[in-house]
Antibody
Framework: QITLKESGPTLVRPTQTLTLTCTFSGFSISTSGVGVGWIRQPPGKALEWLALIYWDDDKRYSPSLKNRLIITKGTSKNQVVFAMTDMDPVDTGTYYC????????????????WGLGTLVTVSS | DVQMTQSPSTLSASVGDRVTITCRASQNIFGWLAWYQQKPGKAPKLLIYDTSSLDSGVPSRFSGSGSGTEFTLSISSLQPDDFATYYCQQYNSYWGTFGQGTKVDIK
């Protein structure tokens, strides 16, 4: 059974860095064809993909946010860490981590298992 | 960047109706399209991948079709559990672009 769970602060001050951890079970991030990604959703709005890390440690970032994002594998082999710098109130929303399935050589991906999400509020 | 545009934004329907949602890509994505269902306060759930392949456990009343730049998600007979928001996502490029969502609500 595959599960993922996001953890981290629920309140972040403007200009601070948000750091979230995704702890997962039921799969290995080292397995070829697997990735872990982060997606966010502002209240009442659409999903927005942010970042993804692949089994081989390759990484992809949303072009519009790439200068603010970092994704890494955690010190535990069942964790992925995500950071977003210079937080602003517009970054308020639910942040999800999800397992990505990578079907081919191009390293494109879709998400087949999702965590429950964690609501992050950016406010002073 | 590939842009994904869904229509309509909101769809009002009754139980038993056939429902169709359209997703258009700004460039050719071949068949690399997924659909997700999201209920209020819940995480999205994968319904369909590769345009038309149902994920495990997804009822057969859901179907997907299309190619190139135009895709559809159909529900053959809408059930009470299907009132939700639906998102498409392209994965032709390695930026996982989502559509803006289509909310299916009760007429």
């Amino acid at each position: 059974q595959i599960t993922l769970k996001e953890s981290g602060p629920t309140l972040v001050r403007p200009t601070q860095t948000l750091t979230l951890t995704c702890t997962f079970s039921g799969f290995s991030i080292s397995t070829s064809g697997v990735g872990v990604g982060w997606i966010r959703q502002p209240p009442g709005k659409a999903l927005e993909w942010l970042a993804l890390i692949y089994w081989d440690d390759d990484k992809r970032y949303s072009p519009s946010l790439k200068n603010r994002l970092i994704i890494t594998k955690g010190t535990s082999k069942n964790q992925v860490v995500f950071a977003m710098t210079d937080m602003d109130p517009v970054d308020t929303g639910t942040y999800y981590c999800a397992q990505a399935f990578v079907p081919g050589d191009t390293k494109s991906f879709y998400f087949d298992y999702w965590g429950l999400g964690t609501l992050v509020t950016v406010s002073s | 960047d590939v842009q994904m545009t869904q229509s309509p934004s909101t769809l009002s329907a009754s139980v038993g109706d056939r429902v169709t949602i359209t997703c258009r890509a700004s460039q050719n994505i071949f068949g690399w399209l997924a659909w997700y269902q999201q209920k209020p306060g819940k995480a999205p759930k994968l319904l369909i991948y590769d345009t038309s392949s149902l994920d495990s456990g997804v009822p057969s009343r859901f179907s997907g079709s299309g190619s190139g730049t135009e895709f559809t998600l159909s529900i053959s007979s809408l059930q009470p559990d299907d009132f939700a928001t639906y998102y498409c996502q392209q994965y032709n490029s390695y930026w996982g672009t989502f559509g803006q969502g289509t909310k299916v609500d009760i007429k």
